[in-house]
């Protein structure tokens, strides 16, 4: 809820320095130019809640994303080029929760390695070229789309977000997850299957920043050597703004979404009250040291 009420705050600020902020164009963009960073949130978000991070999110985006391409541009359909570019993501997702899980890492370690392979593979692949196939319009509805007067991307982050916060919220494996970061040793002894529990999320994560790739794939038809360069550092601020504590066992996906939406509302709050772009950082950094504040001024609270 506070969060919420901190972007209704934002947006009113807004709406009142600038009359363009409110017109339905906009808004269409705003909401499209932050759906991508929203949807990688909710596979992120489920990793910090069970105590882990997964800094390899935005290498996987962009190999996902190059991969498909590469898919398109030796004649696969779009099927098979489609389940290219999400098995990239399911493989690396399987690799960093194998190494959490059976090679003891520290999730920061094992998907920071992972985050430097993607993008070396990446330039590797390209020599630094972006690959721009020809793509069939069924494939660039993906991206580009609408359905009614709603963006493509919008509409399937919010699928996902409700998916996974039913999931979250009613299901057995949710509980799992959040007693996984709560308390991972009582979990265990309570008869959790914590490794295969964080197996699951850290391929889940994968999963969805694969998806979140061809998404951008589709909208710009181009696959660029630096695509998802620096994007987790926004995924992680969409939680962490959210309400996810990074002490893991706290968080939500509602309130994920939220916090991509707010960061997204800054930055177009930036752009159309002229300030400069380079102080869009110094606000969202500023934002993040807030949130993550006040969840350690609230855990510590809660000790005492």
Same mark, same amino acid.
């Given at each position: 809820?506070?969060?919420?009420?901190?972007?209704?705050?934002?947006?009113?600020?807004?709406?009142?320095?600038?009359?363009?902020?409110?017109?339905?164009? *906009?808004?269409? #963009?705003?909401?499209?130019?932050? !759906?991508?960073? $929203?949807?990688?949130? &909710?596979?992120? @978000?489920?990793? =910090?809640?069970?105590?882990?991070?997964?800094?390899?999110?935005?290498?996987?985006?962009?190999?996902?994303?190059?991969?498909?391409?590469?898919?398109?541009?030796?004649?696969?359909?779009?099927?098979?080029?489609?389940?290219?570019?999400?098995?990239?993501?399911?493989?690396?997702?399987m690799t960093n929760g194998l190494?959490?899980?059976?090679?003891?890492?520290?999730?920061?370690?094992a998907t920071l390695g992972t985050?430097?392979?993607?993008?070396?593979?990446?330039?590797?692949?390209?020599?630094?070229?972006?690959?721009?196939?020809?793509?069939?319009?069924?494939? *660039?509805?993906? #991206?580009?789309?609408?359905?009614? !007067?709603?963006? $493509?991307?919008?509409? &399937?982050?919010? @699928?996902?977000? =409700?998916?996974?916060?039913?999931?979250?919220?009613?299901?057995?494996?949710?509980?799992?997850?959040?007693?996984?970061?709560?308390?991972?040793?009582?979990?265990?002894?309570?008869?959790?299957?914590?490794?295969?529990?964080?197996?699951?999320?850290?391929?889940?994560?994968?999963?969805?920043?694969?998806?979140?790739?061809?998404?951008?794939?589709?909208?710009?038809?181009?696959?660029?050597?630096?695509?998802?360069?620096?994007?987790?550092?926004?995924?992680?601020?969409?939680?962490?703004?959210?309400?996810?504590?990074?002490?893991?066992?706290?968080?939500?996906?509602?309130?994920?979404?939220?916090?991509?939406?707010?960061?997204?509302?800054?930055?177009?709050?930036?752009?159309?009250?002229?300030?400069?772009?380079?102080?869009?950082?110094?606000?969202?950094?500023?934002?993040?040291?807030?949130?993550?504040?006040?969840?350690?001024?609230?855990?510590?609270?809660?000790?005492?």
């Amino acid at each position: 809820m506070s969060v919420l009420i901190a972007l209704v705050l934002v947006s009113a600020g807004i709406a009142m320095a600038t009359p363009y902020f409110l017109t339905s164009d *906009n808004l269409m #963009g705003v909401f499209r130019s932050f !759906s991508t960073t $929203a949807i990688m949130s &909710i596979g992120m @978000v489920m990793v =910090i809640i069970t105590g882990g991070i997964d800094l390899s999110v935005g290498s996987v985006m962009g190999l996902a994303g190059l991969v498909t391409a590469l898919a398109f541009q030796h004649g696969f359909s779009t099927v098979v080029s489609v389940a290219c570019g999400l098995g990239v993501g399911v493989a690396f997702g399987m690799t960093n929760g194998l190494l959490v899980t059976v090679g003891r890492l520290p999730p920061f370690i094992a998907t920071l390695g992972t985050l430097s392979i993607g993008r070396g593979l990446m330039y590797i692949v390209t020599k630094g070229v972006p690959v721009t196939p020809e793509t069939p319009d069924i494939f *660039n509805q993906i #991206g580009q789309g609408y359905l009614g !007067s709603v963006p $493509a991307p919008v509409v &399937i982050m919010v @699928v996902l977000a =409700i998916v996974f916060s039913v999931v979250m919220s009613y299901t057995t494996f949710g509980r799992h997850v959040y007693a996984t970061g709560g308390n991972e040793h009582a979990a265990w002894i309570s008869g959790v299957n914590t490794a295969r529990t964080k197996l699951i999320v850290y391929t889940l994560s994968g999963a969805i920043s694969s998806l979140a790739g061809i998404v951008a794939f589709s909208r710009f038809l181009s696959a660029e050597p630096a695509s998802g360069f620096g994007v987790e550092l926004d995924v992680i601020a969409a939680a962490a703004i959210g309400g996810a504590s990074l002490a893991g066992g706290v968080g939500s996906v509602q309130g994920t979404v939220i916090g991509a939406a707010l960061t997204g509302i800054i930055a177009n709050g930036v752009v159309l009250m002229n300030i400069n772009t380079y102080a869009q950082q110094a606000i969202t950094g500023a934002v993040i040291l807030i949130a993550v504040s006040i969840d350690v001024w609230r855990h510590g609270a809660k000790e005492n």
